[in-house]
């Protein structure tokens, strides 16, 4: 990015794609920390006179205007967060958007809307694409250039993240820059011990990156929902606990080769177990072995890890050099079944290691819970983004800028 401010930017509109993918209740953001980190780029661009038109994508439209995933409620945050002036386009390549595009004066932002309002965005043809991104560079005139700041964006090969960068000259924006040094530290050279906490609803998202995770990491900490699929792959009963049969082979495999390969597995030893999904459910706390055995029998669902096992957890932590964590523990969502996503995060806060935080809804818990962004090495804005940099797969809003 230095390197295009340097070139001059005075007058000249740039094409920033920016992840302003954020939780939502009704009309309010529930967590802007993707917005906020959206800022700094956004910052040196208009400080330097720059005419920037961001996109962004916010939840997963069926390729037409849908209202519930306008950028509005983003939007407006943004605004009150930005020392530059922000606009929010009627819509993304439309008259509304080029209307708006030619009336901005040196150091304005001008938002569209939701690219994924377009069919094209998404689309696995070259071509459909390939016109979609033509009609976004064309608002930027003869002379724009093309920042890629979205980092949870960059697995996708979507137009506005990829393709746009085949036909403008094109930079890493400062977000995206960080994003990957800090997760180069966690696949190279990284300080032993590695620990990683995983939790989060489904195994079946976590394959890839628990494969390879196995023989690099010392120690998994598996917590979530699929901790269940785990104590079933062990022989343990879980009632009516989130489980995935079909992935109990794969984890039963994943637990051979992780002991061959010098990668211990830590399964909780006691979960909070309920008699509902529900906020104000009946609970109590029983042996990983017993869940059947808990006062709801068969019906009881395991909704935590037990505090046992948060405090193992947490005592592997604290000695680690090198933690990532992705996935709640539990349903923090309840407050009564939030105390091992919390035991999680103190001890990351405790902890003299490097760590990083992944995943939106990692990060989410962690400000839900009220910790500070600054008592953690890194939060990524980046959940799939980063999983799939971990898996060791090729990012193409990453490799076409390389190119
Ligand atoms: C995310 O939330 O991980 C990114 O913004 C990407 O969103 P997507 O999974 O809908 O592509």
Known sequence: LNELIAEGVRGRYILVRSDLNVPLDGSTVTDDGRIKASLPVLTK?????????????????????????????AVAR?????????TLAGDTVGS??????????DGQVLVLENVRFDA?????DDAERGAFADELVALTGDNGAYVDDAFGAVH?????????????????????????????KLTADTQRPYVVVLGGSKVSDKLAVIDNLIGKADTILVGGGMLF????????????????????????????RAADAGTEFIVPTDVVVASKFAADAEHETVPADGIEGSSF??????????PDSAAAFAARIKSAKTVFWNGPMGVFEFAAFAAGTRAIAQALTETDAF????????????????????????????????LEYLEGKELPGLSVLDR
């Open 355 to 386: 760590t990083v935080v992944g995943g939106g809804d990692s990060a989410a818990a962690v400000r839900t819970l009220g910790f500070a962004d600054d008592q953690f090495g890194h939060i990524s804005t980046g959940g799939g983004a980063s």
């Open 45 to 73: 661009l208009t400080d330097a006179g720059a005419r920037v038109l961001v996109t962004a994508h916010l939840g997963r439209p069926k390729g037409a205007p849908d209202d519930k995933y306008s950028l509005k409620p």
């Open 156 to 184: 996708r090969k979507h137009a506005s993240v990829y393709d746009v960068a085949t036909r403008l000259p094109s930079y890493q924006g400062d977000l995206v820059h960080t994003e990957v040094e800090v997760l180069r």
């Open 120 to 124: 094209r965005e998404t689309s696995k």
């Open 297 to 306: 029998g068969a019906q009881g669902i395991g909704l935590d890890i037990g």
């Open 78 to 86: 943004l605004a009150e967060l930005a020392p530059f002036s922000v």
């Open 96 to 105: 509304s958007a080029k209307e708006l595009a030619a009336g901005l004066t």
């Open 229 to 256: 699929t785990f104590l079933a792959a062990e022989g343990h009963a879980v009632a009516g606990s989130l489980l995935e049969e079909d992935q109990i082979p794969v984890v039963k495999d994943y637990l051979k």
